[in-house]
């Protein structure tokens, strides 16, 4: 058995369905499966999404307040008013600055953008920012990506004169500011269509309502911000999502282009990928590590060496967040194991001093990858008082909504139900993770607490071709709510297993199905090599691709997890460095068996006092198997003990040393004709000096000592011989008897039986034989996968 890292919930979805849209649209029944998965169960809204039919972006005038808002905006590009474009620091934040951005300036509009440094100002509107912008003049300010939790603010802006157009897509309190205007999918009484806008969707959306017409050109910073701000890619998500990765394929903007040939991108290749792990990142570090303004002014400048000056700046700035991302990470995990262990935290709140909050919570998401616990990772500043925060959760629990209880001790957050970002005193610190605790154990079960992975399919081998994998690329881009296809391939058999890598930390297989092979590849998973004997049946998850070698194309599927259902069986037959025994075997829940208590002194000192003799059959019975890696050290005295050790019984996994001093299999074991000549031998000699002459006698015929004595012994207790003082010499009148009725040949016969079946055995044979025995459960499929 090996037990997968994850929970496997597998889909199931209407046939009927399936095979309606399969048909209709002439896509495979795969295909099919994972757009009912996603909730196109229409042939209308499949064809929709994949074929984009119809695709339109909504009436940006069905949002609440975009009238009004437009409105004003004219006024103030008719009267050269200054207006300030007020963003955020992250990626969305800095796309929506420059949609907006862009929008003004082909207006003709007199207008500046400000980002607030998010270490010395924090995150969102602040007064100090609003009362400078009155200093200077400005009379309207639009928030972007930011703006709804801005209660104060709004009512400062008032104060000052300035008209407020706030531009949001962040979870709406139950208070809203007191604004000129705020455009918002989310507001209770809003009727547009689509709720998932990023903060750039609604900037996007303010764009195309200001030029009457859908700006195609911004299409591509829409995207950015939309892919990395994690919003569903869904609706009008998605059409931002593909329309934009087409634009940026072609663009013509000097600051993404030098980005990206930084990054050694080609073009042809880019996809959503290429945001999430390339661009956004880097778009997101300067304001992470200081001010977000070289990532606008990358996106915003005409010269194409400023661009690519700025381009290596971000990419610097990139490089120093990883490696602080790494050492507070490290940090992290020392506070977590040493102070706040999961066994007693269902949620995860840990702090320092001197972290930087700008990657905070990039550092709260590796916590939950690492833990599955919702996370909160905050930076102390022990002059203010302050602990400034990120949140990241899991699914069940949501954070919004739970933090939304403890707001009389947070005067400053907002956030999403997987994602926050919050101010409180340190004085509170303790109190929040204790509120949080007590909420978590009310709303999670255990089981919500082991990581989940939801597969799209149950697939066999001879279904993944080429053809299956290019259609499934029409479901792209990927992203939150479409989620690139995981597949599950049940019980597969292993062709070829092997670690690969310069340090041999992947795993390179081969599985096989009815005479078809699909490779796989585990990055990360060559530590799994040991612990996947040559003949179970694997089962993966993981998603399709196609791999190109030498003009050669191959369907391959990546490993996000592996199992083995059934028990395991292990041969360390031969191994001659017996202290490496521990080493090599996994896990706590270990029975170290010992049959002969002769060989206690010999094993003891290797594996201390858990080691168990078991010397007969009803000590076998009774001991407790279940689940257990079982290690059999030496050889048992017989195949009778060793089944009432498995009988019924189901071992996770079976690994058989069967260590034995000296071996009767490669003695030799006399034959009748051997008996029949060494009886006639002592009738034609008569008395026969075993002492002086035994070894003569062998060597003339080719046998070992051990074999005379052996057979002078089984002679004597047949009563055909008598031995005095080493001569051997026959009874006379002796009956007839068969030479099985002594014990020492009995004894020679077991041994040389029980050492040919079980210690010079293949492996196959003595796998069969240990099946007849282990009764395996189907609670282990159960507890790997999960129908729903």
Partial sequence: MLKPKSRWI??????????????????????????????????????YFLFGEKSEFHDPFLLKDMDKAV???????????????????????????????????????????YIPNRFTEGYGPNEKAFRSAADSGVGLIITVDTGISALHEAT?????????????????????????????????????????????????????????????????????????????????????????IEKLKSSQTHGLNALLKLAKTDRSSIDEETIGFMIGPRVNAAGRLGSADPAVQLMMTQDPEEAMMLAEEIDSINKERQNIVSQIAEEAVAEVEMNYPIQDNSVLVVGKEDWNAGVIGIVASKLVEKYYRPTIVLSFDKEKGLAKGSARSIAGFDLFKNLSTCRDILPHFGGHPMAAGMTLNLSDVDDLRARLNTLAKEQLKEEDLVPVSHIDASIEVKEITIETINELGMLSPYGVSNPKPKVMINEANISTLRKIGADQSHLKLALEEEGTVIDGIGFGFGHLHDHISPSSKLSVIGELSI??????????????????????????????????????????????????????????????????????????????????????????????????????????????????????????????????????????????????YGDDLAKHRGWTKETVDFMSQVFFELDFVKINNGFISLEENVPKRDLTESKTYQHKVQAFTLENELLYSSYEQLKNWFDQFIQESVKNEEAIIQWI
């Fill in 10 to 47: 597998v889909k199931k979805s209407d046939q009927t369905i399936i095979d309606s849209l399969a048909k209709d649209l002439n896509i495979t029944h795969l295909t099919a499966s994972l757009l009912v998965n996603r909730g196109l169960d229409t042939v209308e809204d499949a064809r």
């Fill in 156 to 244: 400062v802006a008032k104060e000052l004169g300035i008209d407020l157009i706030i531009t949001d897509h962040h979870e709406p309190g139950p208070v809203l500011p007191d604004a000129f205007a705020i455009i918002h999918p989310k507001l209770e009484d809003s009727v547009y269509p689509f709720k998932d806008l990023a903060g750039v969707g609604v900037a996007f959306k303010v764009a195309h309502a200001l030029l009457g017409r859908i700006p195609e050109h911004l299409l591509e910073f829409a995207a950015i911000g939309t892919i990395a701000d994690l919003v569903p890619l869904m609706g009008e998500n998605r059409l931002i999502a593909l329309r934009g």
């Fill in 547 to 692: 791999n190109e070698w030498n003009n050669i194309k191959k369907p391959q599927i990546f490993l996000r997890d592996v199992a083995v259902k059934s028990w395991q069986l292990f041969d360390f037959r031969g191994l001659k460095r017996l202290e490496k025994l521990p080493d090599m075997i996994p896990g706590d829940h270990i029975k170290w068996i010992l049959f002969n208590p002769d060989l206690k002194n010999k094993f003891s000192p290797i594996i201390g006092d858990s080691l168990e003799v078991v010397t007969a059959d009803d000590q076998a019975q009774q001991i407790e198997l279940d689940q257990s890696y079982v290690v059999l050290l030496d050889l048992p005295p017989s195949k009778e003990i060793l089944e009432n050790l498995f009988s019924g019984k189901n071992p996770g996994r079976v690994y058989v040393h069967f260590y034995k001093e000296s071996s009767d299999f490669f003695t030799t074991m006399p034959t009748r004709e051997h008996f029949k000549w060494f009886y006639a031998f002592l009738a034609k000699k008569g008395p026969f000096d075993l002492k002086r």
């Fill in 71 to 113: 409105e004003r905006i004219n006024e103030a590009i008719e009267k050269q008013e200054p207006i300030l474009v007020f963003g955020d620091y992250d990626a969305d934040g800095v796309s929506s600055t420059t949609v907006m951005m862009k929008a003004l300036d082909e207006l003709g509009a007199n207008a500046d953008y």
